[in-house]
């Protein structure tokens, strides 16, 4: 696997130990490294991290879930211990392939998991939505700080009043090669402009900094590549289990418009939080909101399985609502 991901070693965003490491293969043999938390029988969560980011991303939503769920975390290929690739292959598709495969790779037969996705994690929802593996294993979903297209013309990193001008200006910054470096104050000055809210303390901006500026050169570039041309709309669509959305206000990559649309397309809206001031980084911003979202999906649509033995069961999920529409 790649070298340990970038993360803060002390303190509320340092990455928890996981009880179990995993390492998966995709659907193009890419290898993918992913972690268990919390009990074992306890009902699942599963968590997709953003672009630029890893599993340390979620480590205070982790502390908090991993009390009574079984939480599981990966990271998307090229980001973390995820290596690049091996087929080079960086896309939506791909994004719904590893997904699958961790799903697949870590929940018992039968067994459904409520997921929850930050930024590209979210676009990774949307893009398995119509993959029967996903609608198998979900119960329910959590879109988190993202959006379903257009992102380079609407986000307000570069604030032109020109659509096209500003649909330029962020492909050339997603689709960018130039090496981070070492985290420096300017740097960290830029990236809380970018992706933090005006009231973001200095130790989530170090968190962040720390993630963001240990991701490799290529996948942020190819990444980047493939969110500038971003169209999944049809596949927010498909989303047929209860669907939450949280978006900061502030967010200045996948500015709010984003998740009040995903809201209006979403066939199963479990309802749609605006945190007012927070950027882009709302599972660091605000863990205890995007914990308390998934918890509350979990008790709502993961119900308690009979299993053999006396043993705690693994979850299965109730039908969604418009699973009974259609039956």
């Given at each position: 696997m790649s070298r340990r991901p970038g993360h803060v070693t002390s303190g509320p965003y340092a990455p928890p130990a996981p009880r179990e490491q995993l390492t998966l293969t995709s659907a193009d043999g890419s290898r993918l490294y992913a972690e268990v938390h919390g009990p074992k029988e306890a009902p699942a969560v599963v968590l997709s991290h953003g672009w630029t980011c890893s599993t340390a991303f979620w480590a205070p939503v982790v502390?908090?879930?991993?009390?009574?769920?079984?939480?599981?975390?990966y990271d998307q290929r090229g980001h973390g211990r995820t290596p690049p690739p091996v087929s080079g292959v960086y896309s939506t598709d791909a994004l719904a392939d590893d997904l699958v495969a961790v799903l697949e790779g870590t929940l018992a037969p039968g067994e459904r998991a409520v997921l929850a996705g930050h930024s590209m994690g979210g676009m990774t929802m949307m893009a398995a939505a119509d993959r029967p593996q996903f609608r198998a294993r979900?119960?329910?979903?959590?879109?988190?700080?993202?959006?379903?297209?257009?992102?380079a013309e609407e986000s307000m990193v570069v604030p032109l009043r020109s659509p096209g001008g500003r649909h330029l200006a962020h492909r050339a910054i997603l689709g960018a090669k130039a090496p981070l470096g070492p985290v420096t104050p300017l740097g960290s000055r830029l990236l809380r402009y970018v992706t933090l809210g005006p009231e973001a303390t200095p130790e989530m901006i170090?968190?962040?900094?720390?993630?963001?500026?240990?991701?490799?050169?290529?996948p942020?570039?190819?990444?980047?590549?493939?969110?500038?041309?971003?169209?999944?709309?049809?596949?927010?669509?498909?989303?047929?289990?209860?669907t939450a959305v949280i978006a900061g206000t502030a967010d200045r990559l996948t500015p709010v418009v984003h998740?009040?649309?995903?809201?209006?397309?979403?066939?199963?809206?479990?309802?749609?939080?605006?945190?007012?001031?927070?950027?882009?980084?709302?599972?660091?911003?605000?863990?205890?909101?995007?914990?308390?979202?998934?918890?509350?999906?979990?008790?709502?649509?993961?119900?308690?399985?009979?299993?053999?033995?006396g043993r705690a069961p693994a979850t299965t999920a109730r039908?969604?609502?418009?699973?009974?529409?259609s039956a």
């Open positions: 502390r908090d879930l991993a009390a009574d769920h079984r939480v599981v975390l979900a119960a329910a979903v959590l879109l988190c700080s993202t959006g379903s297209a257009d992102l170090e968190a962040c900094a720390r993630i963001v500026h240990a991701c490799p050169t290529t942020r570039s190819r990444w980047g590549k493939v969110l500038g041309r971003l169209h999944l709309t049809a596949g927010a669509g498909k989303l047929t289990v209860p998740a009040r649309r995903l809201a209006s397309v979403l066939p199963n809206p479990a309802g749609l939080t605006e945190l007012p001031g927070l950027g882009h980084m709302t599972p660091i911003e605000d863990p205890d909101t995007v914990a308390a979202t998934v918890r509350e999906l979990a008790r709502d649509h993961l119900t308690p399985a009979a299993a053999p033995g039908p969604s609502d418009a699973e009974e529409k």
